[in-house]
């Protein structure tokens, strides 16, 4: 079993729409997670950080933790064309030794 | 803001030779990280640092060493080369409590012939 998954994609969403993006986590004890976005042929961007349950609000950027069913979800409301990236969600477990990338999860806007 | 960065955008090597990647951070990071990036297989990492002269493997560190003679700067080297080390190369750094997260820099794209 992979320790974080994300659905590869890629997922397609028309412009102004509200894109959802998953990831699950297997580490129970996980305490805090990331979302990054990857535009093609660059590096990783920290967009959303997120420690506790619930949901925090960023702009047009949403990230929502629920520990218990343990997924993290970034939502991207009014979706843009600029939008089109990989975002990869990052999970560091107990005791804040290691931190663990899905493998991310494309997402095309359509104009 | 955080600032890391690496030596050179895109290189190119041949096979056998002795490779070095530097990777500088300027906010005083107790953490440092090397990552190779492949289609498919996601972030892999290699090697990490959490203090001077301190360094633990990762998951793939076979073929490739790692210095760390001050706090600011981390370096991968690959002994000697071989053409399945071509990859994208990618240095991140965090601070060390908390579960911080990392700061990447904008990775070395690593080519060997």
């Known amino acids: 079993q992979k320790e974080v998954e994300q659905n590869s994609g890629p997922l397609s969403v028309p412009e102004g729409a509200i894109a959802s993006l998953n990831c699950t986590y297997s580490?129970?004890?996980?305490?805090?997670f990331f979302w990054y976005r990857q535009y093609s042929g660059k590096s990783p961007e920290l967009i959303m950080s997120?420690?506790?349950?619930g949901d925090k609000e960023d702009g047009r950027f949403t990230a929502q933790l629920n520990k218990a069913s343990q997924y993290v979800s970034l939502l991207i409301r009014d979706s843009q064309p600029s939008d089109s990236a990989t975002y990869l969600c990052?999970?560091?477990?107990?005791?804040?030794?290691?931190?663990?990338f899905g493998t991310g999860t494309k997402l095309q806007v359509i104009p | 803001d955080v600032k890391v960065t690496q030596s050179s955008r895109y290189l190119v090597k041949r096979t056998g030779e002795k490779v070095f990647l530097e990777c500088v951070q300027d906010m005083d990071h107790e953490n440092m990280f090397w990552y190779r990036q492949d289609p498919g297989l996601g972030l892999r990492l290699i090697y990490f640092?959490?203090?001077?002269?301190?360094?633990e493997k990762g998951d793939i560190p076979e073929g490739y060493s790692v210095s760390r003679e001050k706090k600011e700067r981390f370096s991968l080297i690959l002994e000697s080369a071989s053409t399945n080390q071509t990859s994208m190369y990618l240095c991140a750094s965090s601070l060390s409590f908390g579960g911080q997260p990392q700061h990447f820099g904008d990775g070395t794209r690593l080519s060997i012939l």
């Open positions: 580490d129970r004890g996980s305490q805090s």
């Open positions: 997120i420690y506790s349950n």
């Open positions: 640092s959490y203090d001077v002269k301190m360094k």
């Open positions: 990052a999970v560091i477990g107990q005791g804040y030794q290691k931190v663990t």
